[in-house]
């Protein structure tokens, strides 16, 4: 029988909080999502792993013997799957990073090259992921460290340090009546529709919308996309506005679009992140060096 680890996955964080609203959140999935993927993983093995009540989830029985299981299980798998991949770029001498959107700003280009001059034998292989994927192959191995915006999902289960501060902006059609101001009052964007990142990316998806800054007032989505190119388009076509990191502003200029800074709405941050085996991975360490110079130089405007 093949099941899917990532339903394993997601049945061990409701197993461990005992309630689908705290595990999606620890997910960053929406509650719908996580009850159809244990939903899928009861049909798929032919037995209840959980009794659902007004006070939450309780194991059954068969769930309890899955949850003492599944970790070692699930432990050896991802173990044999990273170290496969890392011994396939090492052999290469390729570093794989992850990264989202315009990565660590304007600092990326100083990280490659110092990077370059420590290891000129290695290259850099960037991965840019979607907004569907915000912690951009870090979980599943398919990158040795990633330049992400927080918070990312799984974000307490690896290293990570922040490189930058931002303000968060809005994003506006170039039509729009708020796109006069020179700022604007989050407060004032709470009635806006939201062109947003998609429902499966949970906390990730609501960070972008400001959903704890909005005292309870629930925010409207216009549209859902994942790639940057769809949530310009969607932007200039009218269908909602948008946070953004200030840099945005930079990296996304397009016609149609326009970006004005926002009061009353907390900052972005960007941080680089590695699992913990790659601590011992010199690597992986001097990538990380590379990016906490280039970006403090950037900082003191050098």
């Known amino acids: 029988m093949d099941v899917d680890t990532r339903l394993v996955r997601s049945f061990l964080a409701v197993a461990d909080e005992g309630s689908l609203t ?10 719908p999502a996580l009850t159809k993927q244990i939903k899928r993983l009861e049909d798929q093995l032919g037995v209840r792993l959980f009794t659902r009540s007004r006070a939450g989830m309780s194991l059954t029985e068969a769930g309890q013997v899955l949850a003492e299981q599944a970790p070692v299980l699930l432990a050896a798998c991802d173990r044999a799957l990273r170290e496969t991949r890392s011994a396939a770029s090492r052999a290469a001498r390729v570093l794989r990073i992850g990264f989202l959107a315009s990565a660590a700003n304007e600092a990326t280009q100083d990280i490659i090259a110092r990077f370059g001059r420590l290891h000129p034998e290695w290259r850099v292989n960037m991965r840019q992921a979607t907004w569907s994927e915000p912690a951009a192959g870090l979980a599943e191995g398919k990158v040795d460290a990633a330049l992400l915006r927080l918070p990312f999902p799984g974000q307490e ?53 400001a959903a704890d800054e909005r005292g309870g007032h629930p925010p409207r989505i216009g549209v859902s996309v994942e790639h940057p190119d769809d949530w310009l388009q969607a932007i200039a076509n009218g269908y909602g506005v948008a946070l953004a990191p200030e840099s945005a502003a930079r990296f996304y200029a397009r016609p149609g679009v326009v970006y004005r800074p926002v009061t009353g709405v907390s900052p972005s941050r960007v941080g680089i992140a590695w699992p913990p085996a790659a601590d011992a991975n010199p690597i992986v360490q001097d990538f990380v060096r590379c990016c906490l110079e280039a970006t403090e130089a950037a900082a003191r405007g050098e």
């Open 22 to 31: 705290r595990a999606a959140e620890r997910l960053f999935v929406s509650q």
């Open 157 to 209: 289960t690896f290293r990570v340090e922040v490189l930058l501060t931002e303000p968060r902006w809005v994003a506006l059609p170039a039509t729009h009546p708020l796109a006069a101001r020179d700022r604007i009052p989050f407060r004032d964007l709470w009635d806006e529709p939201f062109v947003a990142a998609p429902p499966e990316t949970g906390r990730w998806r609501d960070y972008w919308l």
